[in-house]
């Protein structure tokens, strides 16, 4: 049976906040496209990065429908749902409230608002991971429009964006500099792909590694440089002249 619907959590609300209202408007037609059709959209980065996280938690409720409405199926073969037997859990019903039944401690816990305890450093490091991903993404997107051969562009990791992160704008836009550099001194040079500059190629370029190539010299000015013993010269000269 296919759902007519999907939630939509409060927790939601820290990635949706990093995108734009366009960007929000079309991840939502991409979500009920997905809850739809299960079809998985084509969005930008930082789109798809939340689009995914909320992705796993509607794949999660899906699951949990399909089980709820396959053992619904299962009870009405058997003539209805079956009763369910007490279990051995401590507890005992309260006289005075049926409803509410008495922990041996005696706290009293009502089923139909039972005590929900949420793992709040779970969620912590989720929202750190995400945070920190928007930040990556962002950056990423700033350095590749300075990088002159824009290719590979999807073959640049998540990993790899997160060690440019760590690094910093600043630094890597001086790497990507002296690479252009570097390739102006020689011409027949062609610029690396994209991912294999972001990848690993940038480190050569970076502040603590990066050598500046040496200024060639032209033929004229190594023969300036030669050191020549003019006696001695012309004192070979003198002996050819006179055969000797």
């Known amino acids: 049976m296919q759902k007519s619907s999907f939630l939509i959590y409060h927790e939601y609300r820290e990635p ?10 079309r991840l939502l037609m991409a979500l009920i496209d997905y809850s ?12 798809m990065m939340a689009f995914s996280f909320i992705q796993k938690q509607m794949d999660r409720d899906s699951e949990k429908y399909e089980n709820r409405c396959n053992s619904n199926r299962e ?3 058997k003539g209805g749902r079956p009763r369910k037997e007490e279990k051995p859990n401590g507890l005992h019903k309260n006289p005075k409230n049926p409803s509410v039944s008495e922990k041996p401690n005696g706290l009293n816990e009502n089923p139909k608002n039972p005590i929900k305890i949420k793992n709040q450093d779970k969620e912590k ?4 991971n995400i945070k920190c991903k928007a930040d990556a993404d962002a950056l ?7 990088y002159p051969q824009k290719r590979g562009k999807g073959r640049v990791s998540d990993a790899n964006k997160r060690r440019l992160l760590d690094i910093g704008f600043e630094e890597l836009e001086r790497a990507i500099d002296r690479y252009k550099a570097d390739l102006a001194l020689d011409t027949w040079r062609k610029p690396q792909n994209g991912s294999t500059f972001f990848n690993s190629g940038y480190v050569d370029y970076l502040d603590a590694n ?3 190539p040496q200024q060639k010299a032209t ?3 190594l023969e300036c440089q030669r050191d020549y013993d003019f ?13 000797g």
């Open 140 to 146: 990423f997107e700033r350095l590749w429009k300075l």
């Open 125 to 128: 490091d989720i929202n750190k």
């Open 16 to 25: 949706l906040e990093l995108l734009t209202d366009e960007q929000r408007g």
């Open 210 to 212: 990066y050598e500046k």
């Open 231 to 243: 006696d001695e010269l012309e004192k070979k000269l003198m002996q050819k002249q006179l055969g």
């Open 219 to 221: 033929p004229g000015e």
């Open 75 to 77: 009870n009405g073969k």
């Open 36 to 47: 739809e059709s299960g079809m998985v959209p084509e969005l930008d980065g930082i789109s």
